[in-house]
């Protein structure tokens, strides 16, 4: 636990830490919860539930002298704890691997605008029901060092917490302990670490708007049906990632619907099979007093048709490099190109202003 504030908030903290400790811990990405009390009763509270990142809207001029817009992000909704592990108070004292298991609906959406003439602005929507299991290794850890600037700000965190606590102020303390997993801070003594995660999911998807395949621009309208399945692989919960890294692997089948354009390569029945591979990093560069300052966040995907003439692998890049200064706008940059499931994507460099939310 880091230092609590001077004077009532101590006292309140302490009351938190055990009173509120299952709430905090639900909130957390790094919450660990829910096996076997010591009497070896059922006690399912809670788990390690996956943080794919915001939905971030980035506005500003292009490289091409235009203006342009991306809104990409992921969303994932828990509609069911299966299993999981015990809170940190009652974990086992000894070295061991603890597992969880848990449902998901995830939402994630992936669109661009620009003002550029016959710009090839188009979204694309999907959404997964997962399950996904887990384990994590389980031995106690040290409490964190913090650096002086570090623990001033983990404290004003610390009051606002207790604070929104006595307040019975359940918004407040979930921006109080989201903040707090940003800055670093280490409410709770967490013996939970080195985690791996493995989902499987089914996937409905949709790309509307204009994108353009073999240099001729199409108006799409097409539904893509398939499952895959995903590791998470975070292992060290740290406070370097901003979400959980993960690489995956699904099947599509896409169809046209009616206003769709593009037209179908012959010999191909417009199945494909696409990997996927995700990573965003809170960078160790201060800037204004900010420590981890810079979030890098790079999308990967590569995908081919499973027959057909041409079954070459296409690539598809989402590059993002936020700075974070505080306020609800910060300055970034953010380079989106390539091919994606028989699709080109604009070239498309905004340097411009990023806004997070959900």
């Not at 964190?144 to 009051?159: G, H, K």
């Not at 692997?249 to 390569?265: C, R």
């Not at 041409?310 to 490099?321: A, F, G, H, P, S």
Request: hydrophobic content about 40%.
């Amino acid at each position: 636990m880091t230092r609590a504030a001077k004077g009532t908030a101590t006292s309140a903290h302490e009351r938190y830490a055990t009173a509120g400790s299952a709430l905090l811990l639900a909130v957390l990405p790094m919450a660990a919860l829910g096996a076997e009390d010591s009497d070896g009763s059922a006690s399912p509270l809670g788990t390690h539930e996956y943080d794919l990142g915001p939905f971030r809207l980035i506005f500003g001029p292009q490289s091409d002298g235009y203006v342009g817009a991306t809104l990409k992000g992921d969303k994932a909704f828990l509609f069911s704890k299966f299993s999981g592990m015990p809170p940190p108070e009652k974990a086992p004292t000894a070295n061991s691997t603890a597992w969880f298991s848990y449902g998901n609906i995830d939402l994630a959406l992936d669109s661009a605008w620009s003002s550029a003439p016959a710009a090839a602005n188009n979204a694309t929507i999907s959404l997964k029901p997962t399950v996904t299991f887990g384990a994590v290794r389980v031995s106690p850890k040290a409490p964190r060092q913090l650096t002086q600037d570090q623990q001033a700000v983990c404290d004003q965190l610390n009051d606002d917490m207790t604070k929104a606590f006595d307040a019975h102020d359940t918004d407040g303390q979930h921006k109080a302990i989201h903040a707090a997993v940003k800055a670093g801070c280490k409410y709770l003594e967490d013996p939970y670490h080195d985690i791996v995660a493995f989902s499987v999911y089914p996937t409905f998807e949709y790309r509307f708007g204009h994108i353009t395949q073999n240099g001729q621009q199409y108006q799409a309208s097409q539904a893509l049906i398939g499952g895959g399945a995903r590791v998470f692989f975070p292992w060290q919960l740290n406070g370097w990632w901003a979400s959980w890294p993960f690489v995956s692997a699904t099947y599509y089948h896409a169809k046209d619907n009616s206003g769709s354009t593009i037209p179908v390569p012959a010999g191909i029945r417009s199945d494909y099979f696409a990997a996927q591979g995700k990573v965003d990093v809170l960078l160790p560069v201060t800037l204004g007093g900010h420590s981890k300052a810079l979030q890098l966040s790079v999308d990967l995907t590569a995908s081919k048709a499973t027959t057909g003439a041409d079954e070459t692998w296409q690539y598809m890049q989402n590059i993002q490099l936020l700075v974070n200064l505080g306020g609800t706008w910060k300055p970034a940059i953010t380079y989106r190109q390539g091919q994606d499931r028989g699709l080109t994507y604009d070239k498309q460099v905004i340097f411009g202003l990023a806004a997070e939310f959900l």
